[in-house]
């Protein structure tokens, strides 16, 4: 049985996002808690930044139609997800809701969907 580092990875990603929500849910109150949520805090932040350079650099060795098809879904997610954040923050004003935080997340929405198919799927190359 061959099992390959990067599945330990993602494997342990998914377990500890389950053990932070039912930490969350169940409000477990104990000492290991703060550095649990701190460990958790910096292997995420070390996973998605794997994840985002991972992604950049098979997207360099793609075709130029692969990447023009990739850019140009990464630009249709951005501008669907600006307008409805911006018509959300129109309507449903809620305290420190502001035009910057929908833009900022339509960005991250849009670059994590694009690059997922990079990272993910294998495509011909045309």
Request: aromatic share 22%; hydrophobic share 55%.
């Amino acid at each position: 049985m061959n099992i390959k580092p990067i599945f330990v990875i993602y494997l342990s990603f998914i377990v500890a996002t389950i053990a932070t929500i039912v930490i969350i849910v169940m409000d477990i109150d104990h000492v290991w808690v703060s550095y649990y949520f701190i460990f958790y805090a910096i292997f995420s932040l070390s996973f998605f930044l794997y994840f985002l350079v991972t992604s950049l650099f098979r997207f360099r060795k793609k075709s130029s139609t692969i990447k023009r098809k990739i850019l140009t879904t990464f630009i249709l997610y951005f501008i669907s997800f600006s307008i409805v954040g911006i018509i959300h923050t129109y309507f449903f004003k809620e305290p420190g809701s502001t035009y910057w935080t929908s833009l900022s997340l339509a960005l991250g929405l849009a670059l994590g969907m694009s690059l997922f198919s990079v990272s993910y799927f294998k495509e011909k190359e045309e």
